[in-house]
């Protein structure tokens, strides 16, 4: 009996993660690079603002890119698409780790958020890297922009292949 509700419960549950992560938030592409938000869902972010105004982006790096652009604006919550799961998250609590095999979203760097220990503790084994703090990423994420800038003009990232 008891496998029966645990069944049933799955068949229900499944579905509408499924459902969820195919239907992400507005908008639909990136606001700064043009990059489909649902195909990146693993890697999306929304930006919320104190004034309300909120701002839907692909990756860690066109947040920031957004951020530095908002001209001083604050921030209220940051959102991240889990990369497991494709949910938004906390980013500020999510554990982020940095680095590994797998190319990153705009960005040299791999950036990745899990909403526990656990899946970032997987990714690492399976594919390197380290644990980070949301702090940590965003610093980090700033320099990459700043010395992109610096180097190349206004280009933050390349497009590339991106696959999970």
Known sequence: MKYL???????LV?????LAADNIEAPAECKHCGMNRTKFAYSRMQVTYTDGSNSGVCSINCAITDYAASKGKKVKT?????????????????????????????TP??????????????????????VATFDEVKKLTE??????????????????????
């Open 109 to 130: 760097v791999a950036k990745w958020a899990f909403a526990d220990n656990k899946g970032a503790e997987e990714y690492i084994r399976e594919n390197g890297g380290k």
């Open 78 to 106: 940051w959102k991240v698409g889990e990369y497991n799961s494709k949910m938004l998250i906390d980013a500020k609590s999510a554990v982020w780790t940095v680095g590994g095999k797998k190319k990153g979203v705009m």
């Open 143 to 164: 320099k990459e922009l700043e010395e992109a800038e610096h180097h190349h003009g206004h280009e933050h990232g390349k497009h590339g292949n991106h696959k999970k």
């Open 14 to 18: 499944l579905p509408a993660l499924c």
């Open 5 to 11: 509700w645990k069944t049933l419960l799955l068949s």
